[in-house]
């Protein structure tokens, strides 16, 4: 199924119901899906489906009500505690009083990494976010494009070996998430980490993953699971061949699908 | 020049205001003085007679500046009388004051946002003891601390002072600390970030803005809490003492300085706070607005 067949996120039957004012919402219905390692895994659907819920739930940040779920083989608070995650969130979330480089250097700073690493890291890791330079700038002098690969950066810092990424080229123009895309792509063959990347964007979707999961709302259930059939080696232009327009048109079909039920 | 003249017109119309109120608030004593001595005053006489009285019911502003000017400038610091004696009298029950009141509300607040328990046992307490009219509990710190051996008046008046600014702190920082949104703690949480770094990291650093609106409230009522503890008979020094003896032995020229030192103080007080904001502002890499 994946390149070295282990599994490294392992849901089941996953259930989770918040209780709210207004009564229970099931955010997640019977969600089961495998995660292997390595893999580049999209989120799609409509809003309200649970992707974020999903995420969150992988990042040990929700309890499920009901199934089980591993990440690495064990409980996603022990995973946590592990330090596993690195979580970019739709918001870039940089903290204004630090530059760049000193929020890229927070999550070390937790870690307890000497000093002397903590810059290493923070150099290597702007150099890869194509940020050098931009270390002693705060996060209100950068662009929006800029500080949400800043926070990227944030997360690629420590060696998480899971990236969960909720919408974050969600509020960029098209032709800055191309760019961020194709960064985006070459980082993940680089570093050979596992990615959780949520997107409401068909083509986004296709372009990045090795595998897409359509989901569909009331209750957040997994509709269909797409193996992308597109080789690693992916130029912008892949996305006008037949194979890309064909899987793209299943994913087009999975979420008309799971509005179909909705009406 | 744009910001300058609305301020300089609204103190233009002060003093008017002012000038008129004086005018017609000593006029009495000017008429009356003229019907003893069985003249009928012009204008010009009223006008003239009730710019430069010994006890007017309201002087003018140039009577105030330059009574003000004698008693803090011309006089020696050592007078009784010196104005910048019992300002520095009153300054420093303030600065005790506001560091005690600082101090309590940081950690209350603090203990606040991370203990349940104390954000249900403390927060009603403190909202109560800012209920209890201070001028009431004013003199009973002062006897009580003198019956347990305190001498002089520094010790009662820092406690007041602080009991008035403590509030503001508490109420502003709990709001401050508690300010980082989810996404944030949940950053830290991805972390595995312990409850101290969560605090040093982000709570604390994201609640500065509002530590420093605080700390101008909290140093304006330092001030006004150091004054009430010089109210209650028997202080004899300080700017408050000054404002209840002028009133006490009708002297107004007394009160009226005295009144208006405690603004001065009181403005440059809140003005240093705000260089200090600035400061901080720009070490956190915020420009000052
Ligand atoms: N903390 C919460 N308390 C109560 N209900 C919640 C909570 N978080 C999410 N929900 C509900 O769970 C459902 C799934 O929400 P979720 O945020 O996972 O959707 P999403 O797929 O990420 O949507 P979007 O594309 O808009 O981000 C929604 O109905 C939402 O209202
Ligand atoms: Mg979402």
Same mark, same amino acid.
């Given at each position: 199924?994946?390149?070295?067949?282990?599994?490294?996120?392992?849901?089941?039957?996953?259930?989770?119901?918040?209780?709210? !004012?207004?009564?229970?919402?099931?955010?997640?219905?019977?969600?089961?899906?495998?995660?292997?390692?390595?893999?580049?895994?999209?989120?799609?659907?409509?809003?309200?489906?649970?992707?974020?819920?999903?995420?969150?739930?992988?990042?040990?940040?929700?309890?499920?009500?009901?199934?089980?779920?591993?990440?690495?083989?064990?409980?996603?608070?022990? !995973?946590?505690?592990?330090?596993?995650?690195?979580?970019?969130?739709? !918001?870039?979330?940089?903290?204004?009083?630090?530059?760049?480089?000193?929020?890229?250097?927070?999550?070390?700073?937790?870690?307890?990494?000497?000093?002397?690493?903590?810059?290493?890291?923070?150099?290597?890791?702007?150099?890869?976010?194509?940020?050098?330079?931009?270390?002693?700038?705060?996060?209100?002098?950068?662009?929006?494009?800029?500080?949400?690969?800043?926070?990227?950066?944030?997360?690629?810092?420590?060696?998480?070996?899971?990236?969960?990424?909720?919408?974050?080229?969600?509020?960029?123009?098209?032709?800055?998430?191309?760019?961020?895309?194709?960064?985006?792509?070459?980082?993940?063959?680089?570093?050979?980490?596992?990615?959780?990347?949520?997107?409401?964007?068909?083509?986004?979707?296709?372009?990045?993953?090795?595998?897409?999961?359509?989901?569909?709302?009331?209750?957040?259930?997994?509709?269909?699971?797409?193996?992308?059939?597109?080789? !690693?080696?992916?130029?912008?232009?892949?996305?006008?061949?037949?194979?890309?327009?064909?899987?793209?048109?299943?994913?087009?079909?999975?979420?008309?699908?799971?509005?179909?039920?909705?009406? | 020049?744009?910001?300058?003249?609305?301020?300089?017109?609204?103190?233009?119309?002060?003093?008017?205001?002012?000038?008129?109120?004086?005018?017609? @608030?000593?006029?009495?004593?000017?008429?009356?003085?003229?019907?003893?001595?069985?003249?009928?005053?012009?204008?010009?006489?009223?006008?003239?007679?009730?710019?430069?009285?010994?006890?007017?019911?309201?002087?003018?502003?140039?009577?105030?500046?330059?009574?003000?000017?004698? @008693?803090?400038?011309?006089?020696?610091?050592?007078?009784?009388?010196?104005?910048?004696?019992?300002?520095?009298?009153?300054?420093?029950?303030?600065?005790?004051?506001?560091?005690?009141?600082?101090?309590?509300?940081?950690?209350?607040?603090?203990?606040?946002?991370?203990?349940?328990?104390?954000?249900?046992?403390?927060?009603?307490?403190?909202?109560?003891?800012?209920?209890?009219?201070?001028?009431?509990?004013?003199?009973?710190?002062?006897?009580?601390?003198?019956?347990?051996?305190?001498?002089?008046?520094?010790?009662?008046?820092?406690?007041?002072?602080?009991?008035?600014?403590?509030?503001?702190?508490?109420?502003?920082?709990?709001?401050?600390?508690?300010?980082?949104?989810?996404?944030? @703690?949940?950053?830290?949480?991805?972390?595995?970030?312990?409850?101290?770094?969560?605090?040093?990291?982000?709570?604390?650093?994201?609640?500065?803005?509002?530590?420093?609106?605080?700390?101008?409230?909290?140093?304006?009522?330092?001030?006004?809490?150091?004054?009430?503890?010089?109210?209650?008979?028997?202080?004899?020094?300080?700017?408050?003492?000054?404002?209840?003896?002028?009133?006490?032995?009708?002297?107004?020229?007394?009160?009226?300085?005295?009144?208006?030192?405690?603004?001065?103080?009181?403005?440059?007080?809140?003005?240093?706070?705000?260089?200090?904001?600035?400061?901080?502002?720009?070490?956190?890499?915020?420009?000052?607005?």
């Amino acid at each position: 199924m994946d390149a070295d067949g282990a599994a490294v996120i392992e849901a089941r039957d996953l259930d989770l119901v918040f209780e709210t !004012a207004d009564g229970p919402v099931q955010a997640l219905k019977g969600v089961s899906l495998s995660i292997g390692r390595g893999e580049f895994v999209s989120f799609i659907g409509p809003s309200g489906c649970g992707k974020t819920t999903f995420l969150r739930v992988i990042a040990a940040l929700e309890e499920p009500t009901g199934g089980t779920i591993t990440v690495n083989g064990v409980s996603p608070d022990e !995973a946590r505690r592990a330090r596993a995650y690195g979580y970019v969130f739709q !918001a870039a979330g940089l903290y204004p009083w630090r530059t760049i480089a000193g929020n890229v250097k927070l999550p070390l700073e937790i870690m307890g990494y000497p000093a002397a690493e903590r810059e290493e890291r923070v150099r290597k890791v702007l150099e890869l976010v194509e940020l050098s330079g931009f270390g002693n700038k705060y996060p209100w002098q950068l662009s929006g494009g800029m500080q949400q690969r800043a926070s990227i950066a944030r997360a690629l810092a420590f060696d998480a070996d899971i990236l969960l990424m909720d919408e974050p080229f969600g509020a960029l123009d098209e032709i800055v998430r191309d760019h961020l895309n194709e960064q985006l792509l070459s980082l993940w063959r680089r570093t050979g980490k596992t990615i959780g990347f949520v997107t409401h964007s068909i083509p986004e979707a296709v372009y990045l993953s090795t595998k897409i999961v359509v989901m569909s709302p009331r209750p957040g259930r997994i509709t269909d699971v797409i193996e992308s059939p597109l080789p !690693a080696e992916r130029p912008l232009d892949i996305r006008d061949t037949p194979e890309f327009l064909e899987v793209a048109h299943r994913v087009r079909e999975g979420l008309r699908a799971g509005h179909a039920y909705d009406e | 020049m744009r910001r300058v003249l609305p301020v300089l017109v609204v103190t233009l119309a002060i003093v008017v205001i002012w000038y008129v109120a004086a005018v017609w @608030l000593n006029s009495a004593w000017v008429i009356d003085q003229a019907a003893r001595a069985g003249r009928e005053p012009s204008f010009m006489d009223i006008l003239r007679g009730t710019m430069n009285q010994d006890r007017p019911l309201l002087p003018p502003p140039h009577q105030v500046l330059a009574e003000l000017w004698e @008693l803090t400038v011309e006089k020696r610091i050592t007078s009784k009388r010196s104005l910048v004696y019992h300002g520095l009298v009153t300054l420093q029950a303030t600065m005790l004051g506001f560091v005690v009141g600082a101090i309590l509300g940081v950690a209350l607040a603090i203990g606040i946002v991370h203990s349940r328990t104390m954000d249900l046992s403390v927060m009603p307490w403190a909202i109560i003891s800012q209920t209890v009219p201070i001028v009431a509990i004013a003199p009973m710190i002062i006897v009580l601390s003198n019956a347990v051996g305190i001498e002089g008046r520094t010790v009662p008046k820092t406690i007041i002072s602080a009991y008035l600014s403590y509030f503001p702190v508490l109420v502003s920082m709990v709001k401050g600390l508690r300010s980082p949104e989810r996404e944030q @703690l949940d950053l830290l949480k991805t972390y595995n970030a312990s409850r101290w770094q969560t605090f040093v990291k982000l709570r604390l650093p994201a609640s500065m803005p509002y530590f420093f609106a605080s700390m101008k409230v909290a140093v304006a009522a330092s001030l006004v809490g150091a004054i009430v503890g010089e109210l209650p008979t028997g202080a004899i020094e300080g700017l408050g003492a000054r404002m209840l003896i002028g009133s006490q032995f009708g002297e107004p020229m007394i009160m009226w300085t005295a009144l208006f030192a405690a603004a001065i103080l009181a403005a440059l007080l809140v003005v240093a706070v705000g260089i200090v904001q600035a400061l901080a502002a720009r070490a956190m890499g915020q420009v000052a607005r």
